[in-house]
């Protein structure tokens, strides 16, 4: 006999606390396999986070002018507040050119035709170049002594070269040749999680190409083009490289980014240079915060995608 009292069952020994931890952990997600999240949160917090709030410390400990002394330089200087529409008439028109001309090459790229993936190649292969070639190009070809000008000359067009690079024009076409495969190719993914069951349905109604378009097609791609909106304009607001190369620098494409480099590196004024970066960045999270906030009052249901 064990020695229990009559009645009395045996306890049973429960689960040790640290499994019960690891099950419950297991159901909200939380595992072993998180940790592959690790190297990626390492690297993001080495090159993202740190610089970051390194930059957002120094920008606040200027020579003189007190905590908030960059801030005010920034602000106080002509030069400097004129920076601010300069990178805004840059990005805004080029992020809506990409997003605007890409939905049409979208929308007549969901059907298969001769020479599809040909035109796919051409239209994506600007991807490859980069921003520093592209701008070498574009002063290849666009510039006063470039193929473009001598055909104009040539076919008796113009007498004088037509002025595309140096300026405002030259570096919103690099923004938008570099940017557009962008554009096209998350355009063309969000056409293609639409199912055109749904344009048939509207075209058994009598609905037309544009009708169906408009009232079907547009309304479930909008939230979709609102988020390429987005990625086209950090990618313009930051330019730097069309603006030194094929813009200028000193005058109508003195952008944000041209502002911190040069205070940065070629005066030398590490704080100031900060302090214009997180200025160009409080402004890039105003954008995005509220074209963010005008999408989420879009749809946001079923678009009856194929994958």
Known sequence: MSGLPVGTAPAVAGPPAKAAL?????????????LLVLPAALAVIALF???FLYGLQLSFQPAKGGVFGAYRQFFAEPFSRKSVWATFSLAIPASLI????SVPISYRMRRDFRGKRL???????????????????ILEFYGPAGWFNRTLHLLGLADSPVQLTMNYT?????????????????????????HPSLEKAA???????????????FPL???????????????????????????DPNGSTHVISIEAYQAALERFDYAQGSADAMIMTALMLVVLAAVTGLRSRLYRGSTGGKG
């Open 119 to 137: 035109l796919l190649a051409l239209l994506v292969v600007p991807i490859t170049l980069g921003t520093v070639l592209t701008a070498e190009g």
């Open 98 to 101: 990409n997003v605007g001309v």
């Open 203 to 217: 075209a058994t109604l009598g609905a037309g190409w544009w009708q169906r378009f408009r009232y079907v097609t």
């Open 221 to 247: 791609l909008l939230p979709g083009l609102m988020t390429t909106f987005c990625l086209s304009f950090v990618m313009a607001f930051a330019v730097f490289p069309s603006a030194m190369m094929v813009g």
């Open 49 to 51: 986070c740190y610089p």
């Open 170 to 194: 030259g570096v919103l076409l690099s923004l938008v040749i570099s940017g557009f495969p962008f554009a096209y190719l998350l355009t063309h993914s969000y056409l293609s999680g639409i």
């Open 22 to 34: 690891r099950h419950r952990l297991a159901e909200r997600g939380m595992d072993r396999t998180l």
